[in-house]
């Protein structure tokens, strides 16, 4: 998708969205509407707008007029529906204007919907967590492939398949990613640490403040770590084996023994309720009779 230099990042975004829309093969016309003719489509991925930056479109508008068209669809009750624009409709209204320029195209609901979700894509405000809902949206719901939708984006398709790798990762990732709290750079680097130990991790990069480099080098370490076995930890000599077996009919069988390289260690007996413990008083209380 070509790219549009000397613009700001927020009409560089619309512009590129509006290329998408403009380069659909369906037929379109550019009209003077009225504002109040025109509604929000109720399936706008986007349903959050700054009210500052509204003001702020909203002064420009004034000023300037809208220079970027809106892109509509007409409907059957002869209102017209958005499909991509909603945030400079909103601003035109704001600033008191009576009448907007939109194309106006023709469109299914399923073109639609794309339409909208790409649009909302191409925004420039999105962290790293809601452009891969978008494009997992636009695959589940829209019935495209990860090349198609990197065409549709303007985006490699590289980069499509990290964005959706997101939405595979734990909560604490995700919800840290939306808080803006770590970038795709440390989700990357987490994503290469074991599964059960990405939780812990994401918490320690966020405390820490830590960079994606000390992040990587983090789960390389954590990767390289040898943890005990399960069979190691079970190579007792006999007479620990004989401990068990004697303290078991007294204590039950949930009994172990951890023992360190020097030959020290710990007999851990486990219970379940205080009802157990007190059994257990009563048959130690027994002996000394």
Known sequence: MKK?????????????AENYVENLPAVSRMEE????????????????????????????????????????????????????????????RLAGRKTIPAYIREADDKELHEMALVENIQRQDLNAMEIAISLQRLIDECG???????????????????????????PEVQAALKENQITMGHAKAIAGAPEESQPALVRKVVKKELSVRATEALVKKLSEAKPATAEQEEEFPEIYTRVVEKLSPLMGENIKIKRSGDGSGKIIIGFSS????????????????
Not at 4 to 16: C, P, S
Not at 147 to 152: G, H, I, P, T
């Open 33 to 92: 509407l009225e504002v109040e003719s025109i509604i929000p489509n109720p399936k706008q991925p986007r349903t959050i707008f700054d009210d500052d930056a509204l003001e702020e479109l909203a002064d420009s508008i004034a000023t300037l007029g809208l220079i970027q068209p809106i892109t509509v669809r007409r409907e059957s009750d002869g209102r017209y529906i958005i499909i991509s624009g909603e945030r400079r409709w909103r601003a035109s």
């Open 4 to 16: 549009h230099t000397g613009l700001g990042r927020g009409l560089g975004a619309i512009l590129e």
């Open 274 to 289: 205080d009802k157990e413990i007190a059994s257990l008083v009563e048959r130690l209380e027994g002996l000394g009779k």
């Open 144 to 170: 495209v492939t990860q090349e198609m939708v990197a065409q549709r984006v303007g985006k490699k398709r590289s980069t499509v398949a990290n964005y959706l790798r997101l939405v595979q990762m734990c």
